[in-house]
């Protein structure tokens, strides 16, 4: 291995600390399914005690790299970059699978071929779609149980974020500051409606914003293992980054906030590495920003409080320990009546999505989260990632649950007096 | 392992439920300790009569059984040193009933301790023992080890709390011993169960005993600027008759460890602290701080700090119970000893295991549930470092020596398991260990149950 990640692996204690805080454990009871021993067989094929062979695969796919086994781990082992580094050794090893080549190497690095062709999905119901379902499926946008072309259908924006952005003039009356706005893809391409509520408050709140002509953030790469397309996103996003004068940078997308902030990892040159740190530190949450900027909110309250109840996405829980800001907004929301949720830090089994042969893993996992929700009796569920939102929307239809599930921006902007 | 048998195995367990790829073997081939041995199967049953099945199949093939919970023993307990079927209680977890009225809980055997813990303080109880591993151990392997905790010193370790099991024993019959109450008639089988450590039967499910939770807690951290000070005053404490509900001690590496390790708020000067904690009646708690304050002043305390809240004392409680894991940020594995000795030998002890180390070159910290004597030395080194593995188990053994030679003994608590199997013979006398053979025989005729265990090796086959 090139990195320290065998360094990483041989830290493991063993000591099984991660097994009550890993959901993956939690569902399945088995150590191939736990931190620990993703470690230990990490570092038995380091040490050519185990075959490389496929077997491995399911240990090594089916983590959600949501690092919810870091809060117990005394050598804080994180475990994404164990994983990481080990799927990328693998389809080193086992070639990458066409599709995953296709979207990292080329859709997602032309994402004007990408809008174009999900224009060209939206209206003509033909197949062929089933490819492109299959991609955007394991891009996360559209929730891994998304399967066929008829679904996905009903759910592509006419128009991505970029193009209804670009219909209005993003100025506040007064300004305070200016803000550059990191746009995901999920929002982008599969939730722009979020990404317009981001963008209205940013304005409302006073800050001019700049769009950034970004990239994919390459957390979708980095899931895959495939950290070669990673350090291409990185470098080419690195630049908007060093390039722009504005006070923050924002997502709406916990994963993309908590990646970009990890960007020096995959810079091979040591002076851009050191240009970049502090350009990272401007990159913040718009959760956090939310907090933030409580003060200049001017909040409704004119109806009975509804009930709100709170996922955290483990990029905000577990990578940016950010849980704080998320609660204290919505207790700052006269309209809202704040309950938390049981296991609020618990992945929904959403989690980008992962191709594997158990995928019912993940909805094991979402059945759990549900239970939660239905526990906290409450009428809507707020998160903050729109991989998390579409799980977590899809789980709610399912099972004909009266929750409203929605991005917290969406639930600010709904109680904001817009004067 | 033999195809058909795998079949059968599949047959009582469902396809998906059984394990015996290499590289499931692997991850089933350690536990938290130094050990190492592979299974030739795992199966995760998820009823008692699927365990029932499997013993059966296991007797009748002759092959040998292991029970494992979360696989956090710190002796070696769960490793399968001459093969076998593993088999995990981990999808066994439901916490079946809580009776506040007749103060039990009945559990299955995967059910974390801090599960069971957070369960019960809902209804103003809780369960006594406390492992620092309570997060994540199981209670089957709670009692199948005897754990002890923090809170053991003054409520007993787990044989004090489980008053009934049921278990298939190696003869593949369902049992059902002891019962609801305390008190039951004839020889205690449940209290033998108990540190039987999966070598008697596996345990489907436990009845434990449950006490309301004291109406006030009280926390304190003590600091001392040397070794000896600080375990004259836990003796001079219990000898004035003051039995706290904790008295724990660190000393000064692990205090360092675990501040950078945890960020908690412990003096990194100290040679060494102790967190007492005294429980019961808010009205007895203000006298019996003062008492303890004086007593360890007048053995030169520089520091006593009480928790001024319960944020606090979850802290102070935070840094105690990481304290153990923390050491492994300064390498990469550790031993962790649990010898005791009587409290009135403590400061010889440190002293002697310190030279013991300082030969050796082993870098190592300790904690110590002071109260009970029980003693932590942590031995930390590097598994690839052949030299330095070898030097930690001289380390080890002499350390053990070094507790029974102060009138102690070599586990506390974690077990003996295999890594003190030999230091067995250091405590008892051969005719003590052919009693032990005996009870084995009647409860393990076939020797199936976790065999290579407990017993000094190489004899337990010819003494069978
Ligand atoms: C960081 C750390 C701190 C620790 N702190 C403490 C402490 O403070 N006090 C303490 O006492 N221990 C401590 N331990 C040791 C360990 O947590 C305890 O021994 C615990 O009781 C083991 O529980 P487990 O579920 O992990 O059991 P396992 O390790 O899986 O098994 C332990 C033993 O129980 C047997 N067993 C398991 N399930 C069954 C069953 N169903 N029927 C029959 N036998 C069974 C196994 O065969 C084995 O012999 C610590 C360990 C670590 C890593
Ligand atoms: S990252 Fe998440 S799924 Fe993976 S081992 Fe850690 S807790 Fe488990
Ligand atoms: S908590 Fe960390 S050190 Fe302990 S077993 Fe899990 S990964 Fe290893």
Redesign the interface.
């Known amino acids: 291995m090139l990195d320290n990640t065998y360094d990483k692996v041989?830290?493991?204690?063993?000591?099984?600390?991660c097994?009550?805080t890993c959901p993956t454990y939690l569902v399945s009871?088995?150590?191939?399914e736990v931190a620990r021993?993703r470690h230990?067989?990490v570092r038995?094929q380091a040490e050519g005690?185990?075959?490389m062979n496929k077997?491995?695969k399911d240990?090594l796919f089916q983590c959600l790299m949501c690092n919810a086994c870091y809060s117990?781990c005394?050598?804080?082992i994180k475990t994404d970059e164990v994983i990481a580094r080990a799927r990328y050794d693998y389809i080193t090893r086992y070639g990458q699978p066409q599709l995953q080549r296709y979207i990292f190497h080329y859709l997602l690095r032309h994402p004007e071929v990408l809008s174009r062709l999900l224009k060209l999905a939206a209206p003509v119901k033909n197949s062929g779609l089933s490819g492109l379902a299959q991609a955007l499926r394991i891009l996360g946008w559209f929730g891994k149980n998304l399967a066929t072309a008829e679904q996905l259908l009903e759910k592509i924006p006419r128009k991505s974020l970029r193009e209804l952005a670009a219909m209005r003039n993003w100025q506040p009356r007064k300004t305070r500051g200016k803000v550059a706005y990191f746009v995901g893809c999920g929002i982008n391409f599969a939730q722009p409606e979020v990404g317009l509520a981001t963008l209205e408050l940013l304005t409302l709140r006073g800050f001019a914003v700049e769009i950034l002509p970004n990239f994919c953030c390459g957390l979708p790469a980095y899931a895959y293992g495939d950290l070669d397309s990673v350090r291409w996103f990185a470098q080419q996003n690195s630049e908007l980054l060093l390039a722009t004068d504005a006070d923050y940078i924002i997502t709406d997308c916990g994963s993309c906030t908590s990646f970009l902030k990890e960007y020096h990892r995959f810079c091979d040159d040591p002076v851009q590495s050191e240009r970049l740190q502090p350009i990272l530190n401007k990159i913040v949450d718009l959760t956090h920003w939310l907090a933030d900027t409580m003060d200049w909110a001017n909040y409704k309250d004119d109806r009975q409080p509804y009930r709100v109840t709170w996922h955290d996405p483990c990029h905000l829980a577990h990578h940016l320990h950010e849980k704080a800001s998320s609660r204290a907004v919505m207790r700052n929301i006269p309209n809202v009546s704040y309950t938390e949720l049981p296991e609020a830090d618990m992945c929904c089994g959403g989690a980008g999505s992962y191709n594997i042969a158990h995928s019912d893993i993940s909805k094991k996992i979402l059945a759990r989260k549900l239970t939660n929700v239905v526990s906290a009796n409450a009428d809507i569920l707020a998160t903050a990632c729109p991989a998390c939102i579409m799980q977590l929307a899809w789980g709610v239809r399912q099972n004909g649950m009266p929750v409203r599930v929605m991005h917290l921006n969406q639930l600010v902007l709904e109680n904001t007096v817009r004067d | 392992m033999d195809k058909k048998l795998i079949k059968k195995l599949q047959r009582i367990c469902g396809r998906e439920n059984v394990f015996s790829r290499s590289l499931d073997l692997l991850l089933y081939s350690y536990d938290a300790s130094m050990e190492k041995g592979s299974a030739d199967v795992v199966v995760l049953p998820q009823t008692v009569s699927q365990i029932q099945e499997l013993v059966r199949l296991a007797v009748a093939e002759r092959i040998p059984v292991i029970a494992r919970g979360s696989a956090t023993n710190l002796s070696g307990g769960t490793i399968a040193p001459q093969g076998g079927m593993v088999i995990a209680c981990t999808r066994m977890n439901r916490i079946l009933e809580i009776n506040t009225e007749d103060q039990i809980a009945l559990v299955e055997p995967g059910v974390f301790n801090l599960d069971l813990q957070k369960a019960l303080a809902e209804k103003g109880y809780f369960f006594a023992p406390d492992p620092a591993s309570q997060k994540v151990s199981t209670l089957a392997g709670n009692a199948a080890m005897n754990a002890g905790g923090p809170h053991c010193l003054k409520y007993g370790v787990t044989v004090n709390h489980v008053t009934g099991l049921d278990f298939i024993g190696a003869d593949g019959e369902l049992y059902s011993i002891g019962g609801r109450t305390a008190l039951t008639p004839g020889y205690d089988l449940t209290g033998i169960m108990n540190g039987s450590e999966g070598t008697f039967a596996i345990i489907t499910r436990l009845v434990l005993r449950i006490m309301p939770l004291p109406e006030a807690v009280s926390t304190m951290l003590v600091s001392f600027a040397d070794i000896d000070s600080a375990a004259n005053a836990v003796s001079a404490i219990i000898a004035r008759g003051i039995i706290p509900a904790t008295l724990e001690f660190m000393d000064n590496l692990c205090i360092r460890t675990v501040v950078q390790s945890l960020q908690v708020d412990y003096p990194v000067d100290a040679a060494a602290v102790l967190i007492i904690e005294i429980d019961g009646p808010e009205l007895s708690l203000a006298s019996q701080n003062q008492e303890i304050t004086a007593i360890c002043r007048q053995h030169g305390a520089s520091d006593v700090r009480l928790a001024k809240d319960e944020a606090e004392r979850t802290a102070l409680w935070a840094g105690r119970r990481g304290a153990l894991g923390a050491m492994t940020r300064l390498k990469p594995s550790l031993v962790v000893f649990d010898g005791t000795v009587p409290r009135n030998r403590l400061p010889e002890a440190l002293r002697t295991i310190h030279t013991i180390c300082h030969e050796l070159n082993i870098q190592y910290g300790t904690l110590l549930h002071a109260g009970d004597g029980n003693i932590h030395p942590i031995l930390v080194y590097d598994e690839r470092d052949a030299d330095e593995t070898a030097r930690i188990r001289t380390g080890c053994e002499q350390i053990m020596k070094t507790c029974v030679d102060l009138g102690g003994t070599i586990t506390g608590e974690h077990g003996v398991g295999m890594e003190k199997m030999a230091a067995m013979t250091l405590l008892f006398s051969p005719r003590d260990l052919e009693a032990m053979r005996k009870l084995k025989h009647v409860f393990d005729p076939e020797n199936i149950l976790n065999p290579g265990k407990i017993f000094p090796q190489l004899r337990v086959d010819f003494c069978l």
Do not use: M, W, Y
């Open positions: 041989i830290s493991c204690s063993k000591c099984g600390f097994q009550p009871g088995l150590e191939h021993g230990q067989l038995a005690r185990v075959a077997d491995i240990t117990n005394f050598p804080r």
